[in-house]
């Protein structure tokens, strides 16, 4: 047969030192290129203290913008909010609260928030604080779990109405008006507040001026600053 028959000449058997076929060349070259890391420590100032020291500075001034940040907005959330918002708050954490007004001074947890009126849990019974009746409150242990969603009447006239229908013997917390009166809630009438007093008679009480309702076992007429059974004494 011609040349052109046979195959093309192989070439030498490869010896053992050979490197295997795709090998891509030394195991050096194998392990990846080192370039990375040699451009990085060729960075300039790699390694220099100084720019290590601007560069921490840097990080923490970053740190205190982000704090400030937050603070402008836990603030700009505390300007948005109103007193019910807060006693929502209060209700859902289940914190107990203290609320002072004239002289007297009701604890417990929050249990019920509308419009304009929270309901206080104490250990007398419920107490009906208006909102916007001038009390202060306090805030005397965190609730470390617990606390609802409360329910009931949306306003302090609701609130009213309801211990109408019941008949309860309360006593009202009134700044302006000098006194604070008690006794069984008689009517709630359209701009006022009918009680029988302990001795059977009638008391008209404001209802604009009253600003806290709280039980009154006895239905006795307490003057301004008489602790009542669910009030405390100021502290």
Known sequence: MSGADHDPDPGPEPGPDAPEPGAGGSGADRQGPAWPLAAEAALPGAGDPELASHGAAFRSELRAEAAEWERVAALDALRRR???????ELLHRGDRVAVALAGR???????????DVACLGTAAGLVDVRLDGGAVWEVV?????????????????ARLAARERAGERIGLTCPGLGVDPAGTLVALAR???VLRGSSGQSLLV??????VVWPSPTGGTGGTGATGAASEAPR
């Open 82 to 88: 109103s007193l019910a918002d807060a006693a929502r």
């Open 105 to 115: 001074r009701w604890v417990g947890s929050v249990v019920h928030v509308g419009t």
């Open 141 to 157: 242990q965190r609730a470390r779990a617990g606390g609802g969603t409360g329910g009931g009447p949306r306003t302090f006239r």
């Open 191 to 193: 701009d006022h507040v």
């Open 206 to 211: 404001p209802l604009a001026g009253v600003a």
